[in-house]
Nanobody, 116 residues
Framework: QVQLMESGGGLEQPGGSLRLSCAAS????????MGWYRQAPGKEREWVAV???????NYADSAKGRFTISRDNAKNTVFLQMNSLRPEDTAVYSC??????????WGQGTQVTVSS
């Protein structure tokens, strides 16, 4: 009953930047965590970043120092600013929200390709 709509993926060169966004709608009471996972071809799903309801953030080591997660609570939207992109960042990026009832919902995924 919760839908997540992502945007911002695409093709970027190594060293470039992309900003992903994900807006939640539907039966939202209160959102606890909002975050991002990614999955590259042939690899397992990898957690990237999370932000809690008061703005505290955490990052995977691969994202630390390059990616920034933020949220707009009024718009139920989470963002992922990705700088200094590397070919290894190529993956399908999926946003997620965790409600206060512990239910988790996922976005449809958006393709990020980093290539020369």
């Amino acid at each position: 009953q919760v839908q997540l709509m992502e945007s911002g993926g695409g093709l970027e060169q190594p060293g470039g930047s992309l900003r992903l966004s994900c807006a939640a709608s539907g039966n939202i009471f209160r959102i606890n965590d909002m975050g991002w996972y990614r999955q590259a071809p042939g690899k397992e799903r990898e957690w990237v970043a999370v932000i809690n309801s008061v703005g505290s953030t955490n990052y995977a080591d691969s994202a630390k120092g390059r990616f920034t997660i933020s949220r707009d609570n009024a718009k139920n939207t989470v963002f992922l600013q990705m700088n200094s992109l590397r070919p290894e960042d190529t993956a399908v990026y999926s946003c997620y929200v965790i409600l206060t009832n512990a239910r988790t919902y996922w976005g449809q995924g958006t393709q990020v390709t980093v290539s020369s």
